[in-house]
């Protein structure tokens, strides 16, 4: 039907907007704002990246690429555009499985915590298909990291000082 589909389509972009919104908020907070002419362009920059990063495109405004100096060693940019490319990458169907599963939690915390209600267990809000596929994404995310960790420490990984720094930029 025709408002089943208006109602999807709101939905999808309802969510993509607001994990999008999240993103560039954490790329926002991660930003020096000595390499930025005004706060509008830390904001845009934020947007940006949020965007690409959820989307996959892989499209940065940076010139020199997120290897560039002003970059390069920071860990909380890369982090976040870590997180929107992770989670972008799951799919919509995923992704409202996320959602609609937070959004139980916080449900049932309001219920216990301020209403002094007893919480009503609802089975399956987080489907079999969205289980197996963040298991199989966790799983490979964790094998590569571990990979690049271990073959990269004297290459790439060693302008990193820290321990955290070589865990993050692998």
Known sequence: ???????????I??????????????????L???YFDSVGEMIFFSCFHAISGFCNAGFTIIKDGVTSDEYRFNYN???AVASMFILGGFGFGTIFNLYTWVQEKVKSMVRRLIQKKSYRYKPQVFSFNSRFIVVCNVTVILLATLSFFILEQNHSL??????FGKWVTS
């Open 32 to 34: 020096e704002a000595k």
């Open 1 to 11: 039907k025709l408002n089943s589909v208006i109602s999807t389509l709101l939905t």
């Open 77 to 79: 940019f890369q982090l």
């Open 158 to 163: 060693m302008a990193d000082k820290s321990s």
């Open 13 to 30: 972009i309802f969510i993509t907007l607001l994990f999008e919104l999240i993103g560039a908020i954490m790329i926002f907070a991660s």
